[in-house]
């Protein structure tokens, strides 16, 4: 029988571990999860001493750990505390006292699986890919080719948000779904015309492309930065965050400023 006061799931798989040892022998595992109340407690392990089970726990709490030996004693029950001497051990090396919360290791697991599932809603909505997607985005970038989308959309999807970013071409209007996402969503970069030409013509002297090419002039940057300013204006709720020589860290910290600013005034 094994008792946890959170989900459960560590100390059985070390109890299945452990049985594996012994095929010979048909066990039965019984996993009480989330066990909090003293009645709980004292109604399994009274369970535990009639059917002679072992008594398996993982309970971080120092006081549910000392009433369940109290118990355990009291009803003669075999057990094993699989956490309880790795804390002690842990407390006296670093001089530190644990925190003694439940469930802190699952907690762990569901933001390293929600920034896994963000980096991938990122990848696959990247530069307009699957507009359909703008809807269930937590942000949606928007701007002219060279000003950091993708860099942006990757370094935010890290901190557990899903980005989808979409590019403004001269002379194309945006996706119809753009216009479905919530505005306090959607966030405008902009970058000063002679910092772009600066990264444009590095781009194409990289791709072995002519430097006159109107990807990398001068008068074509300032058309496409002019019709992003358009669009920018015709959404006044957008923000427009001056990408220009500015490290990803530094823009992504303003975005998320402003995206904290925005969830909290929703808050009730």
Same mark, same amino acid.
Request: net charge negative; proline share 5%.
């Given at each position: 029988m094994v008792i946890s006061d959170a989900t459960g799931e560590t100390a059985e798989r070390m109890v299945r571990a452990a049985i594996l040892q012994f095929s010979d022998t048909p066990v039965n595992v019984r996993v009480y999860s989330r066990v909090r109340l003293e009645s709980e407690v004292e109604a399994i392990i009274e369970r535990a001493a009639e059917i002679h089970a072992l008594l398996v726990f993982t309970v971080v709490n120092q006081e549910?750990?000392?009433?369940?030996?109290?118990?355990?004693?009291?009803?003669?029950? @075999?057990?094993? *505390?699989?956490?309880? /001497? #790795?804390?002690? %051990?842990?407390?006296?090396? &670093?001089?530190? @006292?644990?925190?003694?919360?439940?469930? #802190? &290791?699952?907690?762990?697991?569901?933001?390293?699986f929600r920034r896994i599932e963000a980096v991938e809603f990122a990848v696959k909505n990247d530069d307009g890919a699957e507009p359909r997607n703008l809807p269930k985005a937590d942000l949606v970038l928007v701007g002219i080719s060279r000003t950091?989308?993708?860099?942006?959309?990757?370094? &935010?999807?890290? %901190?557990? #948000? %899903?980005? /989808?970013?979409? +590019?403004?071409?001269?002379?194309? *209007? +945006? +996706?119809?779904?753009?216009n479905k996402v919530d505005p306090r969503k959607v966030y405008g970069?902009?970058?000063?015309? *002679? /910092? #772009?030409?600066?990264?444009?013509?590095?781009?194409?002297?990289?791709?072995?492309m002519p430097q006159d090419t109107s990807y990398g002039t001068r008068n074509h940057i300032e058309e496409e930065i002019g019709f992003a300013r358009d669009i920018f204006r015709k959404h006044p709720n957008w923000p427009v965050i001056d990408v220009t020589n500015k490290a990803v860290e530094e823009t992504a910290s303003?975005?998320?400023?402003?995206? %904290?600013?925005?969830?909290s005034s929703e808050a009730p």
């Amino acid at each position: 029988m094994v008792i946890s006061d959170a989900t459960g799931e560590t100390a059985e798989r070390m109890v299945r571990a452990a049985i594996l040892q012994f095929s010979d022998t048909p066990v039965n595992v019984r996993v009480y999860s989330r066990v909090r109340l003293e009645s709980e407690v004292e109604a399994i392990i009274e369970r535990a001493a009639e059917i002679h089970a072992l008594l398996v726990f993982t309970v971080v709490n120092q006081e549910e750990r000392q009433l369940i030996m109290r118990l355990v004693e009291r009803h003669n029950v @075999e057990w094993v *505390d699989l956490i309880g /001497a #790795l804390i002690g %051990k842990l407390e006296y090396f &670093l001089s530190s @006292e644990s925190v003694g919360v439940p469930g #802190l &290791l699952h907690v762990i697991g569901e933001d390293y699986f929600r920034r896994i599932e963000a980096v991938e809603f990122a990848v696959k909505n990247d530069d307009g890919a699957e507009p359909r997607n703008l809807p269930k985005a937590d942000l949606v970038l928007v701007g002219i080719s060279r000003t950091s989308k993708t860099p942006l959309s990757t370094y &935010l999807a890290q %901190k557990g #948000l %899903k980005v /989808a970013n979409v +590019p403004l071409v001269l002379g194309v *209007d +945006p +996706p119809e779904e753009l216009n479905k996402v919530d505005p306090r969503k959607v966030y405008g970069l902009i970058i000063r015309p *002679d /910092a #772009l030409v600066r990264i444009r013509q590095a781009r194409l002297t990289h791709l072995g492309m002519p430097q006159d090419t109107s990807y990398g002039t001068r008068n074509h940057i300032e058309e496409e930065i002019g019709f992003a300013r358009d669009i920018f204006r015709k959404h006044p709720n957008w923000p427009v965050i001056d990408v220009t020589n500015k490290a990803v860290e530094e823009t992504a910290s303003d975005i998320l400023r402003m995206y %904290k600013e925005r969830h909290s005034s929703e808050a009730p």
